[in-house]
């Protein structure tokens, strides 16, 4: 079967950084994707990773290993408006997206 | 601006009723889709269209109906045969399905069967 798995919670300082981490197994890989998703509202696109290596977008940053199934989202100079969850998204051979259950990540100050 | 609207917000419904839920989107977008979000759980496909008049089943189809008469427009019929629709509803387009585009997301209708 095919899955994605990412922590259910993580919390962090204001001010600090932190690494989300998502490990996937699925039938092909077509890129995968993150989201971030405030509370009630729909998610919004954060980036995308089709080949290994690090993507740097401002504060986030995203990571990719094909060999090792691996991603991670790297948030730098948390802030409040961060506290959010990040979803983890795969897209298959089949050019379907299979999604993780989300980390929440919450900022402390 | 373009964008995806969802509608309503919030729906309450009686058990045993049927419940349309609206998406429009003014993007130009050819593929449209819809998922529901449980919590603790990713998002699940329930159907998506690629085209005008052609639409495909997701992973969780059964229950649901949609149609897909305008390029905009993609509802879905929330049926009495769905065992457990208490959930909330995402819809999103893209320009076109089979292909590495990202995803655009509405505001989400959250759907409560009393």
């Known amino acids: 079967g095919q899955n994605i798995d990412q922590p259910t919670e993580m919390t962090a300082t204001e001010g600090a950084i932190v690494q989300i981490n998502c490990t996937y197994q699925?039938?092909?890989?077509?890129?995968l994707f993150w989201y971030q998703q405030h509370a009630g509202e729909a998610p919004t696109f954060l980036s995308y990773?089709?080949l290994d290596g690090l993507e740097e977008k401002g504060r986030f940053s995203s990571f990719l290993s094909r060999s090792k199934g691996y991603s991670y989202l790297l948030l730098k100079e948390l802030q409040m408006k961060d506290s959010a969850s990040y979803l983890c998204?795969?897209?298959?051979?089949?050019?379907?997206?299979?999604w993780g259950a989300g980390t929440k990540l919450i900022i402390k100050p | 601006d373009g964008g995806i609207t969802q509608s309503p917000k919030y729906l309450f419904r009686k058990e045993g009723q049927n419940v349309t839920l609206s998406c429009e989107q003014n993007?130009?977008?050819?593929?449209m889709y819809w998922y529901r979000q449980d919590p603790g759980q990713g998002l699940r496909l329930i159907y998506y269209?690629?085209?005008?008049?052609?639409?495909q089943k997701g992973d969780i189809a059964e229950g649901y109906s949609v149609s897909r008469e305008k390029k905009e427009s993609f509802p879905l019929t929330v049926t009495s045969a769905q065992k457990n629709p208490t959930a909330f509803y995402l819809c999103?387009?893209?320009?076109?399905?089979?292909?590495?585009?990202?995803?655009?997301f509405g505001p989400g209708t959250r759907l409560t069967v009393l």
């Open positions: 999103a387009s893209s320009i076109g399905a089979g292909d590495i585009n990202e995803q655009f």
């Open positions: 993007l130009n977008h050819d593929a």
């Open positions: 269209s690629q085209i005008v008049n052609d639409f």
């Open positions: 699925t039938s092909g890989f077509n890129g």
């Open positions: 990773n089709v």
């Open positions: 998204a795969v897209l298959d051979s089949n050019y379907q997206l299979i």
